[in-house]
């Protein structure tokens, strides 16, 4: 260990930007095992872990770097996996550079964090080609069952840890495919979907049951769906789109992210998607132009070009310092091709016979910080000027949809932004035994924290409902 002043910081190799623009594939290699156990020997092994005290799981992050460098790979996975209920897929998408990696002390002293993210995804990689990943085995049945509506990272995680304890576990999903943003939003370049369905199969395999197209609110109220389990846990994130308030935002070919992005990758699975081949939600041989700045915003500017735009711009309001997007994915998408424009926005769209034809931007400017000490933007009486663009796609960032109403569930409380309200330390809603995890609560947050609070509202349920069982015992005795 402590390697870290003679071994350089080094991470996996990327697939030159040509190559990789053309398919759909994950766009780095792995680490060969020497290079793994090379890159985890860089660990300074701090008593007082930076690294996990900014992970969100709080991995025992020094712990399996070491495992690794020493070549105990196994008892790395096991590690990890404690944790964790996807650390490979984790290591694969988690924004190190604001989380683990960016808080690292390594890179407080100039060296370059350890490269951990990229760690993780090769233990549990291998774990899973070395057969270490063991099926999911139930606890001793506990006769008692839990509903789990949406199949993301945070029901996904609910399901893998209470089928553990001994419950009966359904998921109940609207869509075909379990995994959530994981398969229809998140891209097969940042994370294969093969890597997302082998943890759905293992926990397919070990009893959970899924319930696919399955749509809380049109095929049974909240309120039906908890008189059929013992507790509820509502784990459906968010889907509302922020609107963009523009003349002419309702022409044709001015579509939403997510319709764009679950497009895309419906058509990676092999699956009949119509608006994409008749062009509406497919940017091939386009101008195309992405309004936004996060993660979704990056995803559709990567996804068009892979899909052989003429051209790809991306306009942001703030600058790229004040950008909510991780500035890896900015690199990786300006070395694809991607050209950004800061400090921008629409003020309206041109159509031509009601196509979109063309943006009007306006130019921005950065003012005062706002509450939240970043920097307001503000328009910038320099002026403006048109960009062609024959598709724009409105990346603006989600809120949550009106659950009440689509649940026909007014008893459940909800804050004034939409999010579910929960009590902080039970993790239950205003509904006696239902529960809630996840962006729902949170507002669009990151997978790592769908994780997190999967496993929080597991173990509260687990108290809760062990309480219960207790409780009934008492009664008939
Ligand atoms: P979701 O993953 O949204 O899953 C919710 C599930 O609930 C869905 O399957 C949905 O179909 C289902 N559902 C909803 N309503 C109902 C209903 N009424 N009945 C039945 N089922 C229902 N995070 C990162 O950490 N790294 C990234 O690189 C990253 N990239 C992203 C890219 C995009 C395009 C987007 C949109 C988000 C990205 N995120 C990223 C954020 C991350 O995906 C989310 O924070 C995370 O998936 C939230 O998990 P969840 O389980 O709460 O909800
Ligand atoms: Fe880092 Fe995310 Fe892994 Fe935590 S889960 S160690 S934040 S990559
Ligand atoms: Fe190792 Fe960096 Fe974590 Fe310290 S902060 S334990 S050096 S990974």
Redesign the pocket.
């Known amino acids: 260990m402590l390697q870290f002043t003679t071994v350089g910081q080094d991470y996996p190799e990327k697939r030159a930007s040509g190559e990789r623009a053309s398919d759909f594939g994950e766009i780095a290699r792995s680490f060969a095992v020497a290079k793994a156990e090379e890159q985890s020997s860089r660990c300074s092994q701090c008593g007082v872990p930076y690294c996990s005290t900014h992970c969100p799981l709080h991995n025992h992050i020094p712990d399996w770097l070491r495992l690794t460098a020493e070549g105990r790979l196994r008892e790395a996975y096991e590690l990890s996996n404690a944790t964790s209920t996807m650390p490979e897929i984790c290591g694969r ?3 190190q550079d604001r989380l683990c990696e960016g808080n690292c002390v390594i890179e407080f002293s100039g060296h370059g964090a350890v490269t951990i993210g990229s760690v993780e995804k090769f233990i549990t990689d291998t774990a899973w080609e070395e057969g270490w990943v063991e099926p999911l085995t139930p606890g001793p049945a506990r006769g008692q069952s839990i509903g789990v ?7 996904l995680t609910v399901a893998d840890l209470m089928r553990s304890h001994g419950y009966d576990v359904h998921v ?4 075909d495919r379990m995994g ?3 398969v229809y ?2 891209p097969g370049f ?1 994370l294969e979907k093969h890597v997302v369905q082998r943890r759905v199969d293992r926990l397919a395999a070990g009893g959970v049951v899924f319930h696919h197209g ?4 049109r095929d049974a109220t909240l309120a039906e769906l908890r008189t059929r389990h013992d507790a509820v846990v509502i ?3 968010v ?1 509302k789109p922020r609107a963009i308030k523009a003349p002419g935002v309702g022409a044709a070919g001015v579509v939403e ?2 319709d764009y ?1 679950t497009a895309s990758n419906r058509k990676g699975f092999g699956d009949a998607v119509p608006a994409y081949d008749d062009g509406t939600l497919n940017a091939t041989g386009k101008h195309v132009v992405v309004v936004g700045g996060g ?2 915003a990056m ?1 559709c500017v990567r996804t068009a070009v892979r899909q052989g735009a003429a051209s790809v711009r991306c306009l942001y309001r703030r600058d790229r310092a004040n950008m909510p997007g991780s500035q890896r994915e900015v690199k990786n998408a300006e070395e694809e091709g991607v050209e950004f424009v800061w400090l921008a926005a629409p003020e309206a769209f041109h159509d031509s016979a009601g196509a979109v034809a063309g943006v009007q931007v306006t130019k921005m400017r950065l003012g005062e910080a706002d509450a939240s000490g970043r920097r307001a933007p503000e328009v910038d009486p320099a002026g403006g000027y048109r960009l062609d663009a024959d598709l724009v796609v409105k990346a603006l960032g ?1 809120d949550p949809e009106e659950l009440p109403r ?1 649940f026909g569930a007014p008893a459940l409380t909800v804050t004034r932004w939409g999010t579910v309200r929960i009590d902080h330390k039970s993790m239950m809603t205003s509904m006696d035994g239902v529960f809630a995890a ?3 609560v949170r507002g ?5 924290w ?1 994780v997190r609070d999967g496993r929080d509202v597991s173990e509260r349920i687990h108290g809760w409902l062990k309480a219960k069982a207790k409780t009934a015992q008492r009664e008939a005795a």
């Open positions: 998408i988690c924004p509506i949406g199949a993301g990272p945070a029901g109940y999903d609207r869509h959530g943003l994981l939003g998140i940042k399955f749509e809380v609110g784990c459906t994130g889907y992210a997510l992005l993660d979704t995803d989600f689509l996840g962006d729902i669009a947050s990151l997978v790592v769908a």
